[in-house]
């Protein structure tokens, strides 16, 4: 090809690219989702050959995760969270960890894990980071980040609390992360909420309900009722109250009176613990 014709290939595609980015296209996915687990394109780095901290029982992370053996990079996530004494040194540890595989999937820049107040009564835990929040660093900024603050602002809980996700780094396409993926990063989640101490919490939309609460049922069921949540080990139990999603009430307004009247409970609860339900 001469070098005026691979010029002009090249102003194409970088023109049609362009475009793609003009309309909102941030990833390219292939038809089928690929398992880079199973493929053993990203390898979970293997189990540390002494555990350096106890270790809690797999099986129903394996049965969260179908065949796939995760175990290697959930005993490191333990590890890892462990020996984090504060949030600082735990997200360090979130940013070397590699063996969740979203971190080389979706994610173009680091690690999102937190923002907040580190000692927080309420903990308000999404899904995964978006786009906003990748290119940010930061959990909840773009637009249901924003809706999700007007509401928190609302209900005076602005400054009361810390906000994170299941997962820390974008799936791609903004996709639900798998039970496997928040499975790998849960250690890290538990070791938040055992640093932060939060009261309660709150669990944004359905990806988070199900995975924190081990439950099947949809948020539409879940949302509004008290849970206890209960740490692997049984040392912490707290209240868990499950909500709808603000990016499901940027599509679905008419839903937002149910999140309301959910974060209104919630409040209650927290300035008034002795109050009966
Ligand atoms: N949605 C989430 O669940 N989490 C974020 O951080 C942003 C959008």
Not at 50 to 73: E, F, H, K, N, T
Not at 77 to 95: G, R, S, Y
Not at 144 to 164: E, H, N, P, Q
Request: charged share 20%; proline share 9%; glycine share 8%.
């Amino acid at each position: 090809m001469s070098a005026a014709a691979e010029a002009s290939n090249a102003a194409v595609a970088e023109s049609l690219l362009a475009f793609w980015a003009d309309a909102g296209v941030d990833a390219m996915l292939l038809d089928e989702a690929v398992d880079r687990i199973e493929a053993g394109k990203v390898m979970p780095p293997p189990r540390p050959a002494a555990p350096l901290a106890p270790v809690a029982p797999l099986a129903g992370l394996r049965a969260l995760a179908g065949q796939m053996d995760i175990s290697g990079a959930v005993a490191q996530a333990q590890a890892l969270a462990a020996a984090a004494p504060d949030l600082e040194a735990l997200v360090a540890a979130i940013a070397g960890f590699e063996g969740c595989p979203l971190r080389f999937e979706g994610a173009a820049t680091k690690a999102v894990v937190y923002r907040g107040d580190p000692k927080a009564p309420l903990l308000v835990i999404g899904e995964g980071p978006g786009a906003d929040e990748d290119a940010r660093g930061e959990p909840f900024v773009g637009r249901a980040g924003k809706l999700l603050d007007r509401m928190l602002g609302a209900a005076g809980l602005t400054d009361r609390v810390l906000i994170t996700n299941t997962v820390f780094w974008r799936p791609p396409g903004n996709r639900t992360p798998t039970p496997a993926e928040q499975a790998i990063c849960a250690p890290f989640l538990e070791r938040i909420i055992q640093l932060v101490q939060p009261k309660m919490l709150l669990l944004a939309g359905g990806a988070s309900a199900k995975s924190i609460l081990k439950r099947e049922e949809g948020i539409l069921s879940l949302r509004g009722r008290w849970f206890e949540w209960r740490s692997a080990d049984g040392s912490v139990e707290l209240p868990a109250m499950p909500t709808l999603h603000p990016a499901f009430l940027l599509r679905q307004p008419g839903a937002k009176k149910r999140a309301w009247t959910d974060l209104l409970t919630l409040t209650e609860r927290l300035d008034r613990p002795d109050r009966p339900l």
